[in-house]
């Protein structure tokens, strides 16, 4: 099973970044999918959820109306659209198999992956 992050960087506060997580090993169209995060010195936070089908996607209320959630089955892929960016949102972004609760990083019950750091910045 592999979880691989992409597209983190350093953008501007107001920006846009848009995550993929490319998933392997695994039959990832049967698995519910999440993002979560965890800035320096601060604990796991969840992000977004979506249903294996693609739909019904969930959102913290940090993020909501300023993040999208997405997949694509057939490729195996799982994204995150993130729009006016904030400091806030200045972390450490893991993609991860299952739906919340999440106890920690790394958790052994869910599959994740190795993260891509998002930076905004004035």
């Known amino acids: 099973v592999q979880l691989m992050e992409s597209g983190g960087g350093l953008v501007q506060i107001g920006g846009s970044l848009k995550l993929s997580c490319a998933a392997s090993g695994f039959k990832f169209s049967s698995y519910y999918m999440s993002w979560v995060r965890q800035a320096p010195g601060k604990g796991l936070e969840w992000v977004s959820t979506i249903v294996n089908d693609g739909s019904k996607p969930q959102y913290a209320n940090s993020v909501k109306g300023r993040f999208t959630i997405s997949r694509d089955n057939d490729e195996n892929m799982l994204y995150l659209q993130m729009d006016a960016l904030k400091s806030d949102d200045t972390a450490m972004y893991y993609c991860?198999?299952?739906?919340?609760?999440?106890?920690?990083?790394?958790?052994?019950?869910?599959?994740w992956g190795q993260g891509t750091q998002v930076t905004v910045s004035s």
């Open positions: 991860v198999t299952g739906r919340p609760p999440f106890p920690r990083l790394f958790y052994p019950g869910n599959h």
